[in-house]
């Protein structure tokens, strides 16, 4: 089948006619003639709303139920929040032990920047 023949039978089928004629005027199976129908309408439809791609490595990503999706695995998603630390998003405080200045997710507020200040302050105080 060349590529003018499947060109011909798509805009038969926009025009409205109805697939068993169109199988008959090309000698063709009506399931064939379906298919090529079905897989120009999806390559139309990918055309105009391209898959999301991944903010990491750049694939496309597969068609998920999860629509908000930025990376497609879970190597990506640690790659890139280890380049871009700097966007990562949470609260600002300072250690109470250290002094050093950290910022922490969640919603329950840190005193310490890590386990390490945390157990130097229970050093201090028994």
């Given at each position: 089948?060349?590529?003018?023949?499947?060109?011909k039978?798509?805009?038969?089928?926009?025009?409205?006619?109805k697939?068993s004629?169109?199988?008959d005027?090309?000698?063709?199976?009506?399931?064939t003639?379906?298919?090529?129908?079905?897989?120009?309408?999806?390559?139309?439809?990918?055309?105009l709303?391209?898959?999301p791609k991944?903010?990491?490595?750049?694939?496309p990503?597969?068609?998920s139920?999860?629509?908000a999706?930025r990376?497609?695995?879970?190597?990506?998603?640690?790659?890139?929040?280890?380049?871009?630390?700097?966007?990562?998003?949470?609260?600002k405080?300072?250690?109470?032990?250290?002094?050093k200045?950290?910022?922490?997710q969640?919603?329950?507020?840190?005193?310490?920047?890590?386990?390490k200040?945390?157990?130097q302050?229970?050093?201090?105080?028994?």
């Open positions: 089948m060349t590529l003018s023949q499947k060109e039978i798509i805009a038969m089928r926009k025009d409205g006619v697939y004629v169109i199988a005027k090309f000698n063709l199976s009506v399931n003639v379906q298919s090529i129908c079905r897989r120009a309408a999806k390559a139309e439809a990918e055309k709303n391209p898959s991944c903010e990491n490595c750049h694939k990503m597969k068609d139920v999860q629509t999706r990376f497609c695995c879970d190597e990506c998603r640690y790659s890139w929040w280890a380049k871009n630390a700097d966007q990562r998003p949470g609260k405080t300072v250690c109470t032990q250290c002094k200045s950290f910022t922490y969640g919603s329950r507020p840190r005193k310490f920047c890590s386990r200040c945390y157990g302050s229970k050093a201090v105080t028994v």
